[in-house]
């Protein structure tokens, strides 16, 4: 262990650590909801395509 | 006169908004002072309120009465008391688990009334009816919501460390927690986690990236820290992010020889079914037995029966899947009177911490009405090579009245032990364990299990 290491409260802070990891969710959020979205639009398209398919039949 | 100053417990000194004291038997929480703002937010915003319905902080009622006699005294609370208290290295995986989400849904719960919980332990947890309970009405304290979360490292350190290495290892690691009681560094929890917990995001988050930018970042003077921007959007997520990942641990440890101990033990004619019946006749004949332990508990058969009478039961076993199966069943039941504990009883919990007074030793926390030791002593004895007289001498500071079986050496179980190994045990005789008893106990009762060999007895402590 770095000797600096030993004078640093290990109770307090890893702010820097929690504003790094924070962005990291929200960006992986962010994409999260942009695969949801292209979920959803097909789901809604494949519907829309069956119904139609039906309503010929 | 001189008055008489009480003293915080010697677990209670890290927090300067108070401490706990213990006065003519009575658990006391003082507030000082300085946390008078902070407390009053809390019981003011509505938040105690709040947690106290949802059952996941202990009640209090406050007394106008400064019993230390300190200057720094603002109020004086008397908590709930809790029946037994228990320390993380005690607990089985799911228990930890446990006290892992209560922590974060608290924290969670807490921003709605503007109130964070400053602390991320797991000794502000213990058990209640079956349940975990934040114990420290000190935690709470203002939110400002351009500040991140205080305890997240503590968080990491003392819940995510050793769920997460439990989970991977599939070992029981509990006495790493006794080891580091502070939380385990997360450097030696990345060095101790497999390469491939780092494809699982939110473990990468926590634990490796946090490890590897503290602890680059540590020791340099960091300004930015101070003007880094958090909001409540971002707590949020992180909070978010450690519920789903704390959540999806589970305990996958292999089914030990105890798992199938009882179906095994049932196929022996109806050796367990004489063993309850004599249990239950003896059981019914005592009055006034508020309490129990349950030695070597396995999966908590006769636990349940000493619950079912009443008795706030704690069932203690060495081996972990047993006793997390029997957290899980309690939890299926809602059986408030069962305390499932992984106990050691060759080596258990030591006093440790700040003058090797912070947290109690098992023996001294622990002083039952009724012992249950069945099916054990030859463990003990032949098992671990703990003489009689030892074994007593455990039990006589366990509980005042044990009911314990006796097991002959020509027993199967025995001769399976022996198996292997030089039988040194020219002791291990039914004379000689009555005989190292009767040194601390009284033999009240004596009863052969069918026709087993083996024999229950009811013992009681001298004076």
């Known amino acids: ?57 | 006169m001189t008055q008489q100053i009480t003293q915080p417990l010697d677990s209670s000194f890290r927090d300067p908004s108070g401490f706990v004291f213990e006065k003519d038997g009575t658990i006391y929480r003082q507030v000082n002072k300085i946390f008078r703002d902070d407390f009053d937010n809390f019981i003011g915003s509505g938040c105690y309120d709040q947690l106290i319905e949802k059952q996941w902080l202990i009640p209090h009622e406050e007394i106008d009465k400064n019993f230390t006699g300190s200057p720094g005294w603002y109020k004086t609370l008397k908590p709930q008391r809790v029946p037994y208290i228990t320390y993380p290295y005690e607990w089985c995986f799911d228990m930890l688990k446990d006290a892992a989400l209560l922590t974060l849904q608290l924290t969670r719960e807490c921003t709605q009334f503007g109130i964070i919980l400053k602390d991320a332990t797991p000794f502000n947890v213990q058990w209640l009816d079956g349940k975990p309970v934040f114990i420290d009405t000190l935690s709470f304290e203002r939110y400002d919501e351009s500040k991140p979360w205080i305890a997240y490292r503590q968080f990491c350190e003392n819940f995510l460390s050793p769920l997460l290495l439990m989970h991977y290892s599939r070992q029981p690691l509990q006495s790493l927690s006794s080891a580091y009681p502070d939380g385990m560094p997360l450097s030696l929890t990345r060095s101790l986690l497999p390469w491939r917990s780092k494809f699982s995001f939110h473990t990468y988050l926590h634990i490796h990236m946090h490890e590897r930018l503290s602890s680059r970042s540590a020791g340099k003077e960091n300004q930015k820290e101070n003007t880094l921007l958090f909001s409540k959007k971002k707590l949020f997520r992180l909070l978010d992010s450690l519920y789903s990942l704390t959540n999806s641990l589970q305990w996958k440890g292999d089914a030990t020889t105890w798992g199938q101990y009882y179906e095994e033990a049932n196929q022996r004619d109806d050796y367990v079914l004489q063993k309850k019946k004599v249990t239950i006749e003896w059981l019914s004949q005592l009055s006034g037995t508020a309490s129990a332990i349950d030695l070597g508990a396995n999966e908590g058969v006769f636990s349940f029966l000493l619950a079912a009478k009443n008795m706030k039961t704690i069932a203690a076993d060495s081996d972990h899947s047993s006793i997390n199966r029997l957290y899980q069943k309690t939890k299926k039941e809602r059986e408030k009177n069962i305390l499932p504990l992984l106990i050691d009883l060759a080596n258990p919990s030591s006093a440790i911490g700040v003058n090797n007074k912070e947290r109690i030793s098992f023996i001294e926390r622990t002083n039952c009405d009724l012992g249950l030791a069945l099916a054990l002593i030859h463990h003990l004895s032949i098992g671990k090579n703990i003489p009689f007289g030892k074994i007593a001498e455990l039990f006589r500071s366990l509980a005042d009245q044990f009911i314990i079986e006796f097991v002959p050496k020509a027993d199967p179980k025995i001769q399976l032990l022996l198996k292997g190994k030089k039988d040194i045990y020219n002791d291990y005789n039914q004379e000689n364990f009555v005989h190292s008893f009767e040194k601390y106990f009284l033999v009240q009762k004596k009863q052969e299990i069918g026709n087993s060999g083996r024999t229950l007895y009811m013992m009681k402590r001298h004076g």
């Open chain 1, 1 to 57: 262990m770095t000797l600096h290491l030993l004078y640093i409260d290990p109770g307090s802070g890893s702010y820097l650590v929690q504003v790094i990891v924070a962005g990291a969710l929200g960006v992986a959020f962010f994409f999260k909801n942009i695969g949801r979205f292209i979920k959803n639009a097909w789901w809604y398209v494949r519907s829309l395509f069956t119904r139609s398919q039906k309503n010929n039949t």
